[in-house]
């Protein structure tokens, strides 16, 4: 159990030993200021603790922020701080010093900590009051403005993401936070909210998979379901600050789980229909996760670049500030509320065909929308890329053996001509093997060209204004050669194995960017060699077409390599987000 020591005299009439036992918190005393270096040295080093000075006045939410959130080793608010981790030593030295014995001792031994290089979290109160009032006036006016402030609505506006979708904060948020309220009254964690939705996404997908009209409303309105609890589970980690790894990891692969679910279902609804739309689903995987990776490596790329603030960036700027343009460019962009929404609607209303369709050409304008904009500013600004920058794009860049031995042995052409050394790579591989029949020998060249071209792209730190493109296109690359190899086998489960293993490499990838944005880095190196890298994934898959015999092995070779690269992603994966190393963090979910 976490403890806190409340330093200083009681006050007669606080009721700050009520809510801080409410908050789940062991209280001790600590009359004397010195007190609380004694009360601290007797604690277990690996449990939270909290100093809060006996006089706060402040809502309980401003309580709960400063002192329960998870992600951060050290946070305070006015006379209030908490420490967990390896902070503790730090702030067990800062309780030593008789020179922080004056005054508010919560937030010196808060600047104390900053002195020796903790990073201390300040969460923005907003309208919340939290005060260390001196005298008997001040106090009266502390707590005035304490009961002016609803902190219960606050804490429910505050639930729900400053930024989201247009579907999403009119059509869902209004409703789902008090959801979000009624799952923390009850105990339920965002954890069991997310696998809830899971859950209710997948029957959803089993509805479409029946190929009936009723299986496709039923199908739609649980979509929808699903997603009110995917908004819930944010809101509840929100409201009640239940971060986990866990979670992190839950929610940051669901809603990929659930979308691609849905897709399979549809094409198996379709199937027993007599309509073939496995290209199609497949089509719109492909499109989504290099839109996302998009998303990603630009948002990489330039996380704390130094740079002078683009014309485009500018114009940007000016927009936002007309109210009815924001909500205009979020939907355009088909984020997930929106794309969802058609989705669901869609399914209840046509064919799947129609749905793809609609989907297919909503997320190529999307994608063409957003890559121009972030195209057109990385070239009219000038930024200095960190080191940081430039590994997170090597990481994305997922390059294994092939391109590794490329890098070392071909050379490293300067900044200007990567990008186009990739491109061409990618372009010769793609345009050979859509161009020459299934299995041509010539095929496995240009797979082998690529390889080396995606090498010798990566050969020299990322730093150059255009080298985010590169993890989408590689990515492209590969998904798309998948596509058209499985489309040319022209055999029954070439296209659902080669859905089948873009999904699992796709969730390699995810996992990947949830890492690093976790600030832990990419997946191990051993993994990415294990699973070929990009380029050796696309050598394989060009030489399985090339020398299996009959077309009918091919299938069986796709759906071996997509259980074997799943099986080796998945344990990883499942090894890191559990462990005690993983970080703290709940995902704030893509606006994608």
Not at 205 to 228: D, E, K, N, P, Q
Not at 368 to 397: E, I, P
Request: aromatic letters at 8%; hydrophobic letters at 50%; a neutral charge.
């Amino acid at each position: 159990m976490p403890t806190a020591i409340l330093t200083g005299p009681p006050v007669p009439g606080s009721p700050i030993e009520g809510e801080l036992r409410l908050l789940g918190f062991d209280v001790r005393h600590a009359p004397a200021p010195w007190d609380a270096g004694i009360v601290l040295d007797a604690l277990p080093s690996q449990e939270r603790v909290a100093v809060v000075d006996s006089r706060f006045v402040g809502h309980t939410h401003a309580l709960r922020l400063a002192l329960t959130d998870p992600r951060f080793e050290a946070c305070a608010v006015p006379g209030a701080l908490s420490v967990h981790g390896p902070a503790r030593a730090a702030l067990a030295r800062a309780a030593a010093e008789p020179d922080l014995h004056a005054g508010t001792l919560p937030d010196g031994l808060a600047q104390a900590l900053q002195a020796e290089g903790v990073p201390v979290h300040r969460p923005e109160l907003g309208p919340l009051v939290a005060a260390v009032p001196l005298d008997a006036r001040g106090r009266a006016e502390a707590e005035g403005a304490l009961a002016a402030v609803d902190g219960e609505a606050v804490r429910l506006r505050t639930a729900v993401k400053s930024r989201d979708g247009f579907f999403t904060t009119f059509c869902i948020s209004p409703y789902s936070r008090y959801l979000a309220r009624w799952c923390s009254r009850r105990g339920l964690t965002p954890n069991q909210v997310t696998t809830a939705s899971l859950i209710t996404a997948l029957i959803a997908a089993g509805c479409a998979a029946t190929g009936s009209r009723s299986g496709y409303v039923a199908a739609g309105v649980l979509l929808i379901f699903s997603f009110v609890l995917d908004c819930t589970d944010g809101q509840l980690a929100r409201y009640s600050l239940q971060y986990s790894t866990l979670g992190a990891w839950l929610d940051a692969t669901f809603d990929r789980a659930k979308e691609y679910a849905f897709y399979a279902g549809l094409a198996l609804g379709a199937a027993r229909d007599g309509d073939d739309v496995w290209v199609l689903a497949l089509g719109a995987m492909v499109l989504m996760t290099c839109r996302h990776v998009v998303d990603f490596a630009f948002n990489e790329a330039n996380h704390d670049a130094t740079a002078n603030t683009s014309p485009t960036a500018a114009l940007s700027d000016r927009l936002d500030g007309l109210g009815w343009t924001v909500w205009l460019r979020r939907m355009i962009v088909l984020p997930i509320g929106e794309r969802w929404a058609l989705i669901a609607l869609l399914t209840a209303l046509t064919t799947p065909r129609i749905t793809f369709y609609a989907l297919l050409v909503g997320c190529a304008f999307a994608a063409l929308y957003t890559t121009a904009g972030r195209v057109l500013r990385s070239l009219t600004r000038k930024a200095n890329r960190t080191d940081r920058a430039a590994q997170a794009l090597a990481d994305l860049a997922d390059s294994g053996p092939l391109a590794e031995t490329a890098a070392l042995t071909l050379g490293r052409p300067a900044f200007g001509g990567r990008l186009v050394i990739a491109v061409v790579g990618a372009l010769a591989l793609l345009g050979t093997v859509g161009a020459l029949r299934y299995g041509a020998p010539l095929t496995v060249a240009a797979a082998l060209g690529y390889a080396l071209c995606a090498g010798v792209a990566v050969g020299r730190p990322l730093k150059g204004a255009l080298d985010w493109l590169m993890p989408p296109l590689f990515r492209a690359a590969e998904y798309v050669t998948i596509l058209i190899l499985a489309v040319k086998a022209e055999v029954n489960g070439a296209l659902p194995a080669a859905f089948g293993l873009v999904a699992a490499v796709a969730y390699h990838h995810y996992d990947t960017v949830y890492r690093i944005r976790g600030g832990t880095g990419a997946p191990p190196r051993w993994l990415t060699r294990a699973i070929g890298g990009h380029e050796g994934r696309v050598l394989l898959v060009v030489v399985l077409a090339a020398v299996l015999t009959p077309r009918t092995d091919f299938p069986v070779a796709l759906t071996a390599l997509a259980v074997a690269v799943a099986l080796l992603v998945l344990v990883e994966s499942i090894r890191f987000w559990v462990s005690s190393g993983a970080p703290a963090v709940h995902d704030e979910g893509e606006a994608a």
